[in-house]
């Protein structure tokens, strides 16, 4: 199995003081134990490495997250090429998906797999382009 991941789950997995960080981390570790693989386009990248060092004030731990996504064996990192873009442009435009949400929701239309995030605007508006899987949150 294969899903999209956006970066709201990945900060919540490094993160320990984030809220969703046990859910997530419990969640992730059965999706692993399924053969899950975890999607992402390179934007995530950024995007994590960036949110971490601003939440916890230590770019180090924001560098040291991208390097361990990288490194981590059932992740594949989607490189963001003109056909993907030109897909999130249209995604963007048509449900009123912010920029760098729509491009998430174009790698999961793209392959046909599952979204996963818990951005409630982009899980209400992927749900019209793509299926969404909610983590959940006791």
């Known amino acids: 199995m294969f899903v999209v991941v956006d970066a709201s789950i990945w900060v919540a997995r490094f993160v320990e003081s984030d ?15 399924q053969g899950t693989t975890f999607v992402s386009p390179s934007l995530l990248l950024a995007e994590v490495g960036g949110v971490i060092s601003r939440v916890t004030g230590k770019p180090e731990l924001g560098l040291n997250a991208i390097q ?20 999130a442009s249209r995604i963007a435009a048509k449900y009123g998906v912010r920029g760098a949400d729509s491009v998430y929701v174009a790698v999961a239309s793209a392959l046909k797999i599952p979204l996963v995030t818990f951005d409630i605007d982009q899980r209400e508006k992927a749900s019209k382009v793509v299926e969404v899987i909610t983590i959940t949150v006791e």
């Open 19 to 33: 809220e969703f960080h046990t859910p997530v981390k419990n969640w992730m570790n059965t999706q692993r134990e």
């Open 68 to 87: 361990k996504i990288e490194n981590l064996p059932d992740v594949r990192i989607v490189e963001m090429d003109k056909a993907l873009m030109d897909e």
